[in-house]
């Protein structure tokens, strides 16, 4: 098993939240149950790790990224071969988790309040075989970054997935009260969103200026505009 310093990013961060505290005697014994091979197969599958763990039923949860957000990243990693490599799950990057949780507002590590810990000897799963459990799925990220992003549900079928359409509702023309707007909801907080954060969110454009995609062009034209604003 890997020292905590030696694991990559996603490994590293996804300890840190399932643990919180990995000076904890929990963590301790979760590390010795690992060396002492305690932890059986772990099931891979969409919002959940789970193994069989010294006897009892372990498992490490949380909700999948949507599946727009994820087709969305896909699109704007395309032509950019630090994101390529880790929306193809061969790399880990801290720059991909950076990047969704500052302009989608979706980390791709889930943070500690996001995780779910369950097991059969404890109800709350802060116990030494969610340690266990969640040591050993670092180390078979660290192997392979493709399942961490299964879990994440972050698939090529993900990125492939369409929004359902509406359904049509039918209305009568003639009723007055049927084209008379309804209260507008109360404004949410604005929340600041970093320079050419749209441009982020819609990905490439598939339009090429002098030999560069437009979202690029234009993403540099709006970091030049926000420095010239600063200094009025």
């Not at 305690?38 to 372990?58: I, N, Q, R, Y």
Request: some cysteine; proline content about 6%; aromatic content about 4%.
């Amino acid at each position: 098993m890997s020292p905590i310093s030696e694991q990559r990013p996603w490994s590293r961060l996804l300890v840190a939240a399932v643990l919180r505290n990995e000076s904890s005697a929990a963590a301790v014994r979760g590390r010795a149950l690992v060396d002492e091979d305690a932890v059986g197969p772990v099931d891979v599958a969409a919002g959940a790790f789970s193994a069989t763990v010294a006897g009892c039923a372990a498992a490490i949860t949380a909700q999948t990224v949507p599946a727009s957000v994820w087709k969305a990243i896909t699109s704007f990693a395309r032509g950019n071969e630090r994101l390529q490599d880790a929306v193809d799950g061969v790399e880990q990057s801290v720059h991909l988790d950076h990047l969704m949780t500052e302009d989608w507002d979706e980390p791709l590590v889930p943070r500690a309040h996001q995780v779910g810990r369950n097991c059969a000897c404890d109800g709350s799963g802060v116990c030494e075989h969610v340690a266990a459990l969640v040591y050993a799925v670092a180390d078979l990220i660290d192997e392979e970054p493709a399942l961490f992003l299964r879990w994440r549900g972050c698939t090529p079928e993900a990125a492939r997935l369409e929004e359902p359409l509406a359904s049509a509702v039918e209305i009568d023309a003639s009723d007055e009260d049927a084209w008379r707007a309804g209260p507008l909801p109360e404004p949410r907080p604005l929340r600041p969103l970093p320079v050419a954060a749209v441009l982020k969110r819609l990905g490439r454009s598939k339009l090429e200026l002098r030999g560069e995609d437009l979202a690029v062009v234009l993403e540099r034209a709006y970091v030049a505009f926000a420095e010239s604003g600063e200094n009025i």
